[in-house]
């Protein structure tokens, strides 16, 4: 962010949260039951519209699991950044003459 408009802590501590994520990937990553079918630990992804499904090692699957978790606690962390962004913008700046106020579903904020 510029200068024009200070940062609030609140999304200093979400930005702060940005740095302490580790790896990522995309998909799901889960443990069969034993006496299923295929490989006991799998990692699955959507690559071109279509489910890719990958076998895992144990280590694999315990490291990508946590990969997994850390990419939905990105996403939500982003998506928290993006509201609180434009809700601070659209009250801290000046904006355009409107016949009526925008309301929170417009902003995105509900």
């Given at each position: 962010?510029?200068?024009?408009?200070?940062?609030?802590?609140?999304?200093e501590r979400l930005r702060r949260q940005l740095c302490r994520i580790g790896y990522l990937t995309q998909g799901s990553v889960f443990e069969r039951k034993p006496g299923q079918q295929g490989s006991r630990y799998v990692w699955?992804?959507?690559?071109?519209?279509?489910?890719?499904?990958?076998?895992?090692?144990?280590?694999?699957?315990?490291?990508?699991?946590?990969?997994?978790?850390?990419?939905?606690?990105?996403?939500?962390?982003?998506?928290?950044?993006?509201?609180?962004?434009?809700?601070?913008?659209?009250?801290?700046?000046?904006?355009?003459?409107?016949?009526?106020?925008?309301?929170?579903?417009?902003?995105?904020?509900?």
């Amino acid at each position: 962010m510029g200068n024009a408009v200070p940062v609030p802590p609140q999304y200093e501590r979400l930005r702060r949260q940005l740095c302490r994520i580790g790896y990522l990937t995309q998909g799901s990553v889960f443990e069969r039951k034993p006496g299923q079918q295929g490989s006991r630990y799998v990692w699955t992804r959507k690559v071109k519209a279509k489910t890719v499904t990958v076998a895992l090692s144990r280590e694999q699957y315990e490291e990508l699991k946590k990969a997994a978790q850390n990419q939905r606690q990105l996403e939500a962390t982003i998506a928290a950044m993006q509201k609180l962004s434009r809700q601070i913008l659209f009250q801290k700046l000046t904006g355009v003459t409107r016949r009526k106020p925008l309301n929170k579903r417009v902003l995105g904020l509900i």
